[in-house]
Every structure is written in structure tokens, then in C-alpha cells.
């Protein structure tokens, strides 16, 4: 085990202007003939064109290729923090790198790097596939953090880790130090420990994540990770822990007798599940994506023996959209039975794209990401069974939106089959960041049966508008940057496996429907209320709960939660409560906390039970084991 002291806060990192611009056009790229006039694509099923953003090696493409163009990748976006850049990496099936030659290349901002095979096992890495803190200070020596290392995403592939050439300390492990907003799904890792964490790298190392699922893992070290979900996977062992580590559906997680020392919370099975849909290439070299069934009461991964559970989705059968097509387009494709691949990019939505059909797949390559122009919606899912939505980011713009996803229409009564759920799987929001955002609720979930499987939602602590961050009673950031919700949960029987939502400006997340199931809840209060008034609610409550459970909901269960507070606009600023719920035996927060991050204070963790936490102590929780007292 690795020892720590408890991590700074996030608030420490720098805000990086990140100057990159798009990547030139990579060598090799797959192409084909342009598509004719949306919504009438011509797609041809060995070489479906997923415009240039994509990338598309073989085994038979030259190791030493391969390893140029990955570095130059990685360059081009290790420190692109904010930038329009959007890339997605593919593997066809088959072996690539060797003992003796291993193919190691790191994993930068906005990009995703994933296997074409059916099974994780198809493809095969020998070598490493890694992110690394971001030294922010003298020159890139020093100030070394993997506190933003957030957008990007590894999947369905195995890596047999090889770190030869490198140093001892890297050859230690294959280094995966991430933070929100990175998914790690259908991975097989062999030959070494992963680590979390990236020990190797000058300190102070600190790292706020993050989320596996349907993984087949090594010894994995946890190191310095605030929070972290692992669901529905298999892991040799799980070391260390900082303040909230939760498990859900692992096999070989550790018990979590003893809480909060260490501050393990394991789920043995996970109610509601559905594995993220992926793309894949059939024996004749066809394109398609698969689409996981949803399951109750699971563990363990969905391809240990045999293909994942669920329907083929041939690639002929989605609209392959890419930033400049029109939601007219995009509408009318949906509207004619077409599912959607987003490709990677950056699209202005003036128009809601409308989610209508069950069974309707949106799938995003590589981080694709949807700006709201003019204070149109972006998105609204109906109340249809089985619609997915997937690997999409959605960003506020400088005009307010009412919302920026909404699922459902609120009370319409209709219900759904709960063994199909309507599903979000890696769906990020964004308010502010790389340019203004103003929204009101993020995300608004009000139909029945949804499946919420990690989620992050955040109005923006930082970015490169120019503003101060509102220190010192600054008010520009909270007057600009402005999200009153992040996400308000209207249905009922609605599942969440890994939320994090942060920085609103009133509740974060408020849970007004029955039967709601939360597996992972992370937040982090604004930094930047100018004043107590602006942080006290109507009836004279100090602050906002972190997460609200609706007064009049009769059955409720939060599972290994944390509220953080690090008001740097104002320190003298006080929040009564990390949480709210009703007191009933029907409604159950297990395994909270609440911790202070150097500035502001909450006075309790849960309806005045817990500890405070203020700058007396920072990085010291206050648990509650759970509430109401069983």
C-alpha cells in the first residue's frame, strides 16, 4: 500500500488556456466517399465514413506508424484542456505491439481510444495505455496533479501491460491518473498493477475520480483518489482508499466492515444495469454496434464467457452525423427510424434534437460534444422504453437554456418496462469552461424506469473565460457562468450508478420521485457565493445541501455519498447541511460525508446529525454511517 496524506482540494489546480487547435488530418484515417445529402446516407458497411477525426489501425499496420501517430496525439492534446479538438482512436481486432517492441502511448484530453472486437480479448495491447499528472508549474517540473485530467475514454480491449524502456517506477504499473468525466469500460489488464494514481511523477500527485465498469482488473491501487466507482467487474485486489470508495457488483472487492476506516461501501449486486453500446467489426468485416440488455441483480462482467447479452445494431441502421450537419437533418433521420452516431466534434444545436422512437440509440465517438446556441434546449428524450443515450457531452451556451436534457415529460403517467430502461451512459454536462454557459437545470429527468450509469454535470470552477474565480468577493464568474439546478429527478424507480455534480447555484441535485437508487454521489459546492445572502435560501437556511431528497418522498436509498465545501470566493460562508431528506424508515442515506477543502464551513453532514467541517481541519470528513439511525 501506498501511504497518504488526505489530498489538497481540486480548487488548487490551475486553470489552463489551453491553446490547441485541432489536429491535422492523422495518417491513415479510414475514409470512404462522402455521404450523400443527410438524411438519404449512403453507408457502405465495410467503410463507413466517420469523417477525420477518427482513427482506424489494423494489425497490419506498421508497429513504429501506430506508435507515431499515438505520441503525436497524445502531444496534441495532453494539455488541450479547453480546446474544440475531439478524437476517437480505433483498434481492429487483432495483436498489436510485442515483448520485445511494446506499443505504449498516453491518452490526452477529448479523445477516446477503444477495441472493434466483440470481446475485450479481440483486441490485444502488449504495452501500456496511460494517463499522467499534469505538472502545471516551473516549466512542467513541478505542482503535478491529475486534478483535471477529466474528458477521455478507454474501451473494449485488453492490455497486457509492458512497460519495458521505461524507468523502474513506471515499469511499476499501467498508470491511469484520471478525474471526472473518464470512462474505463470492457477492459481486460494483464502482466502488472493499475494505478489510479501516478506515484512516479513529482507531487503532490492528488486525483479526483472517477469510474470503471464491466472490467477485468489486477491489483488496482487507488492511491490518492478522493472518490472513485467500480461496477460490475472482477479485481485481484484493491488497495488504499481516501475518503469515498464504492463498489458495486465487483468481484473481489474488499468488505466494507469497519466504515469509514477504510471508507470502502460494497454493494454485493447491482440492481439495475446496462452496459455502454460499442461499436464492433462482425467476421465479414461489417460494421455495427451492440446494444447491451439491461440486467437486475448482477455482478461480475458481462463477457467473461460468452458475447454480452443484448441486440446487433448493423451500421447502416444509424444516421452518421458530423459537426455542421443541421438538427433539421438529424431530426428527420430520427424521425425515419434511424438511430444516431454522433462523430467526434463540436456541433452548435440551435434546435432540440428530439429522442422519439423506443429503442433509439445515440451513441457519441469521442467525446462529441453539443453546444446550445441561442438558449435552444440541446436535448429531449421522450417517454419511450429503451432509448439510449451515450458518450455525449452536453455544453451549455452564452444564452440561457431552460434545461439542457431533459428526459420525459413530467406526469405524463406513461410506464415503462423496467427491465428496458431508458438509459444515459458516460453523458457529461458542462456550464461554462471553454466559453460562458447560463442554463437553469442541467439535467431534468421526469420519466419513470431511467437508468442513470455515470453522469457529470458541472458548472464550471474554472476555464478560460478570463475571469478571477471570484476571489475576494469577485462576482464575476457567478454572475456570468450561471446554473440554478444540476439535476432534478421527477420519476420514479430511477437508478443511478456514479453521479457527480457539481458547483450549482442552489440545490445541486434535488430527488422529488419514489424509489429512487443512488450507487456513488459525489459533489462539491460553488466556490464562488459572494455573500451569505447569496447562498441562504428563502425561508433563512444557511446554504444549499449538496443532494435533496424531496419532503414528501416515501422511499429513497442513497449509497456512499460526499459533499465538499471549499467556498474560495468568501470563507466566512456557512451551509447548515451536506444533505436533506425527509426522516422515514422508508427513505436511507448510507455511508455520507461531508469535508472541507481548506475554505467555508457545513455544519452538518445530514439534517443537523454529523460533525462540522471547516478550515480547522481540512480534508478531514465528517461521516454519518448512515441516516436515519437503523
Same mark, same amino acid.
Given at each position: 500500500?501506498?501511504?497518504?496524506?488526505?489530498?489538497?482540494?481540486?480548487?488548487?489546480?490551475?486553470?489552463?488556456?489551453?491553446?490547441?487547435?485541432?489536429?491535422?488530418?492523422?495518417?491513415g484515417a479510414? *475514409?470512404?466517399?462522402?455521404?450523400?445529402a443527410?438524411p438519404?446516407?449512403?453507408?457502405?458497411?465495410?467503410?463507413?465514413n466517420?469523417?477525420?477525426?477518427?482513427?482506424?489501425?489494423?494489425p497490419?499496420t506498421?508497429?513504429?506508424?501506430?506508435?507515431?501517430?499515438?505520441?503525436?496525439?497524445?502531444?496534441? #492534446?495532453?494539455d488541450a484542456e479547453?480546446?474544440?479538438?475531439?478524437?476517437a482512436?480505433?483498434?481492429?481486432p487483432?495483436?498489436?505491439?510485442t515483448?520485445?517492441?511494446?506499443?505504449?502511448?498516453?491518452?490526452?484530453?477529448?479523445t477516446?481510444v &477503444?477495441?472493434l472486437?466483440?470481446?475485450?480479448?479481440d483486441v490485444s495491447v502488449?504495452g501500456?495505455?496511460e494517463?499522467?499528472?499534469?505538472?502545471?508549474?516551473n516549466?512542467?517540473?513541478?505542482?503535478?496533479i491529475a486534478?483535471?485530467?477529466?474528458?477521455?475514454?478507454?474501451?473494449?480491449? *485488453?492490455?497486457q501491460?509492458n512497460?519495458?524502456g521505461q524507468?523502474?517506477?513506471?515499469?511499476?504499473?499501467n498508470?491511469?491518473?484520471?478525474?471526472q468525466?473518464?470512462s474505463?469500460r470492457? +477492459?481486460?489488464?494483464?502482466?502488472a498493477?493499475l494505478s489510479l494514481m501516478?506515484y512516479?511523477?513529482?507531487g503532490p500527485?492528488?486525483?479526483?475520480g472517477g469510474f470503471?465498469? =464491466?472490467?477485468?482488473l489486477?491489483?488496482?491501487?487507488?492511491?490518492?483518489? #478522493?472518490?472513485?466507482i467500480?461496477r460490475n467487474s472482477?479485481?485481484?485486489?484493491?488497495?488504499?482508499?481516501?475518503?469515498?470508495?464504492?463498489?458495486?457488483?465487483?468481484?473481489?472487492a474488499?468488505?466494507?466492515t469497519?466504515f469509514?476506516?477504510p471508507?470502502?461501501t460494497t454493494?454485493a449486486?447491482?440492481?439495475?444495469?446496462?452496459?455502454?453500446p460499442?461499436?464492433?467489426?462482425d467476421?465479414?468485416g461489417?460494421?455495427n454496434?451492440?446494444?447491451?440488455? &439491461?440486467?437486475? $441483480?448482477?455482478?461480475?462482467?458481462s463477457w467473461?464467457q460468452? /458475447?454480452?447479452?443484448?441486440r446487433?445494431?448493423?451500421i447502416t441502421?444509424?444516421?452518421?452525423a458530423k459537426?455542421?450537419?443541421?438538427?433539421?437533418?438529424?431530426n428527420?433521420?430520427l424521425a425515419?427510424?434511424?438511430?444516431?452516431?454522433?462523430?467526434p466534434?463540436?456541433?452548435?444545436i440551435d434546435?432540440?434534437?428530439e429522442?422519439?422512437?423506443a429503442?433509439?440509440?445515440?451513441?457519441?465517438?469521442?467525446?462529441?460534444?453539443?453546444t446550445? &446556441?441561442?438558449?435552444?434546449v440541446?436535448?429531449?428524450v421522450k417517454?419511450?422504453?429503451?432509448? +439510449?443515450?451515450?458518450?455525449?457531452?452536453?455544453d451549455a451556451?452564452p444564452?440561457?437554456?431552460?434545461?439542457?436534457l431533459?428526459?420525459?415529460?413530467?406526469?405524463?403517467?406513461?410506464?415503462?418496462?423496467?427491465?428496458n430502461?431508458?438509459?444515459l451512459?458516460?453523458?457529461y454536462?458542462?456550464?461554462?469552461?471553454?466559453h460562458?454557459?447560463k442554463?437553469t437545470?442541467?439535467?431534468e429527468?421526469?420519466?419513470?424506469?431511467?437508468?442513470?450509469d455515470h453522469?457529470w454535470?458541472?458548472?464550471a470552477d474554472?476555464g478560460?473565460?478570463?475571469?478571477? $474565480?471570484? /476571489?475576494?468577493?469577485d462576482?464575476?464568474r457567478?454572475?456570468?457562468?450561471?446554473?440554478?439546478?444540476g /439535476?432534478?429527478? $421527477?420519476?420514479?424507480?430511477?437508478?443511478?450508478?456514479?453521479m457527480f455534480v457539481?458547483?450549482?447555484?442552489t440545490?445541486n441535485?434535488?430527488?422529488?420521485?419514489?424509489?429512487?437508487?443512488?450507487i456513488?454521489? #459525489?459533489?462539491e459546492?460553488?466556490?464562488?457565493?459572494?455573500?451569505?445572502?447569496?447562498?441562504?435560501?428563502?425561508?433563512?437556511?444557511?446554504g444549499?445541501?449538496g443532494?435533496?431528497?424531496g419532503?414528501?418522498?416515501?422511499?429513497?436509498?442513497?449509497?456512499?455519498?460526499?459533499?465538499?465545501?471549499?467556498?474560495q $470566493?468568501?470563507?466566512?460562508?456557512?451551509?447548515? =447541511?451536506?444533505?436533506?431528506?425527509?426522516?422515514?424508515?422508508?427513505?436511507t442515506?448510507?455511508?455520507?460525508m461531508?469535508?472541507?477543502?481548506?475554505a467555508?464551513?457545513?455544519q452538518?453532514v445530514v439534517n443537523?446529525?454529523g460533525?462540522?467541517?471547516?478550515?480547522?481541519?481540512?480534508?478531514v470528513?465528517s461521516y454519518?454511517?448512515q441516516?436515519?439511525?437503523?
Open positions: 500500500m501506498i501511504p497518504l496524506d488526505h489530498p489538497h482540494p481540486r480548487t488548487r489546480r490551475r486553470r489552463i488556456a489551453a491553446g490547441a487547435t485541432g489536429l491535422a488530418l492523422l495518417a479510414l *475514409s470512404a466517399a462522402p455521404a450523400q443527410a438519404s446516407q449512403t453507408i457502405d458497411p465495410l467503410q463507413p466517420f469523417g477525420p477525426n477518427v482513427q482506424i489501425f489494423s497490419a506498421p508497429l513504429a506508424e501506430i506508435q507515431s501517430t499515438m505520441d503525436a496525439l497524445a502531444d496534441q #492534446q495532453r479547453m480546446s474544440s479538438a475531439r478524437k482512436v480505433y483498434f481492429l487483432g495483436d498489436y505491439g515483448a520485445e517492441a511494446p506499443l505504449q502511448f498516453e491518452v490526452g484530453y477529448y477516446e &477503444a477495441g472486437g466483440a470481446s475485450p480479448d502488449n501500456s495505455i494517463v499522467y499528472n499534469r505538472c502545471l508549474e516549466g512542467g517540473t513541478s505542482n503535478c486534478l483535471n485530467n477529466f474528458w477521455r475514454t478507454l474501451a473494449n480491449l *485488453s492490455i501491460v512497460k519495458a524507468d523502474g517506477c513506471r515499469q511499476s504499473a498508470f491511469w491518473a484520471v478525474s468525466a473518464v474505463m470492457r +477492459v481486460h489488464v494483464t502482466g498493477n501516478d512516479c511523477t513529482a500527485q492528488f486525483a479526483s470503471i465498469a =464491466n472490467s477485468d489486477p491489483v488496482t491501487i487507488n492511491g490518492s483518489q #478522493q472518490q472513485w467500480i472482477k479485481v485481484t485486489e484493491w488497495t488504499n482508499g481516501v475518503w469515498n470508495q464504492v463498489f458495486s457488483g465487483v468481484e473481489g474488499p468488505a466494507e469497519g469509514p476506516n471508507p470502502y454493494v449486486q447491482t440492481p439495475v444495469s446496462r452496459e455502454k460499442y461499436l464492433f467489426v467476421g465479414a461489417r460494421y454496434v451492440r446494444v447491451p440488455s &439491461a440486467h437486475m $441483480n448482477t455482478s461480475g462482467t467473461g460468452d /458475447v454480452t447479452a443484448g446487433t445494431l448493423p441502421d444509424f444516421f452518421i459537426p455542421g450537419d443541421s438538427v433539421k437533418d438529424i428527420n433521420a425515419k427510424g434511424k438511430n444516431l452516431i454522433l462523430t466534434g463540436v456541433y452548435d434546435r432540440t434534437i429522442v422519439k422512437r429503442d433509439t440509440v445515440v451513441l457519441g465517438m469521442g467525446q462529441a460534444t453539443l446550445s &446556441a441561442g438558449g435552444a440541446p436535448m429531449e417517454n419511450e422504453e429503451g432509448i +439510449v443515450i451515450a458518450g455525449v457531452t452536453i451556451g444564452a440561457l437554456s431552460p434545461v439542457l431533459t428526459v420525459g415529460k413530467e406526469k405524463s403517467g406513461k410506464k415503462l418496462d423496467p427491465r430502461p431508458i438509459t451512459s458516460d453523458v454536462f458542462r456550464v461554462g469552461g471553454p460562458t454557459g442554463t437545470t442541467a439535467l429527468v421526469n420519466a419513470n424506469n431511467v437508468l442513470i453522469i454535470v458541472w458548472r474554472h478560460i473565460e478570463g475571469f478571477t $474565480n471570484g /476571489v475576494n468577493g462576482t464575476d457567478w454572475q456570468t457562468n450561471t446554473g440554478t439546478n /439535476v432534478i429527478v $421527477n420519476g420514479d424507480n430511477v437508478t443511478a450508478t456514479g457539481e458547483h450549482f447555484q440545490f441535485t434535488v430527488w422529488n420521485g419514489e424509489n429512487g437508487r443512488v456513488l454521489y #459525489q459533489n459546492l460553488p466556490y464562488d457565493p459572494p455573500t451569505q445572502a447569496d447562498w441562504t435560501q428563502p425561508d433563512g437556511t444557511l444549499y445541501p443532494y435533496k431528497v419532503p414528501n418522498v416515501k422511499k429513497h436509498l442513497l449509497e456512499g455519498a460526499g459533499v465538499y465545501v471549499f467556498n $470566493n468568501n470563507p466566512s460562508i456557512v451551509t447548515a =447541511n451536506g444533505f436533506t431528506a425527509p426522516n422515514t424508515p422508508g427513505v442515506l448510507r455511508h455520507i461531508t469535508v472541507n477543502l481548506a467555508g464551513t457545513i452538518h443537523g446529525v460533525a462540522q467541517v471547516d478550515s480547522s481541519a481540512p480534508g470528513p454519518v454511517v441516516f436515519p439511525a437503523p
